[in-house]
């Protein structure tokens, strides 16, 4: 497998693991800490969900238009580091919504670019391969989010700041490692030759 590969399933853990932490205390910090109703905090779920979906249209063709996956995608993993700050001064129920919305935006953009990067970086005879081993990084991140979380929240009951900071710190890393170490492949050919 190409390291690109490793590296992009190593942005996605972390990624997961910052989401996951925060998605897996926010449904008890909306309704038992700030007071939202149950069937309110489905709603605005269910919602967001809607959201990132539409997202990923628009950010494919922008990443496709532009021809620059790699920073496409940064600017959605950038959107969800912002949205894990946020939720450490955010203190409402439409502060938390506002910034929920943010990382479902944020979600929505880099899907469709971080596909492509897989799609440029994998040999075609293991492209299959590739999506699976990203994949499965994506998963333990899933995993060990909630882990994670309640880990934090054993040790430290109401402690949902500091599962904000963590989530906060494992985003930044995230972040780090695709600007740093994943190339900007680009999926179109020239001359017959993917371009990197």
């Not at 932490?21 to 909306?30: D, M, N, Q, T």
């Not at 990443?63 to 993993?77: E, I, L, M, Q, T």
């Not at 929240?153 to 995230?174: E, K, N």
């Amino acid at each position: 497998l190409s390291p690109v590969i490793i590296w992009l399933g190593i942005v996605s853990m972390l990624t997961d693991i910052s989401s996951e932490a925060a998605a897996a205390v926010l449904p008890v910090y909306l309704t038992g800490a700030l007071g939202l109703s149950i069937l309110a905090y489905g709603f605005l779920d269910g919602l967001q969900q809607g959201v990132s979906a539409v997202v990923r249209i628009a950010a494919g063709w922008t990443s496709d238009a532009v021809d620059r996956p790699k920073w496409v995608a940064a600017a959605g993993y950038g959107l969800s580091v912002a949205a894990r700050a946020g939720l450490l001064f955010s203190v409402s129920v439409g502060a938390v919504a506002s910034v929920i919305a943010v990382d479902r935006i944020g979600k929505g953009i880099r899907t469709a670019p971080r596909d492509a990067l897989i799609t440029a970086a994998a040999q075609p005879e293991h492209l299959a391969r590739s999506f699976g081993v990203h994949r499965m990084l994506d998963t333990i991140g899933a995993t060990a989010g909630p882990l994670l979380a309640f880990g934090v929240l054993l040790l430290i009951p109401q402690g949902y700041t500091t599962v904000f900071v963590f989530s906060l710190g494992a985003a930044v890393l995230g972040v780090a490692v695709l600007v740093l170490l994943v190339p900007n492949l680009r999926p179109r050919p020239v001359l017959g030759v993917a371009r990197d």
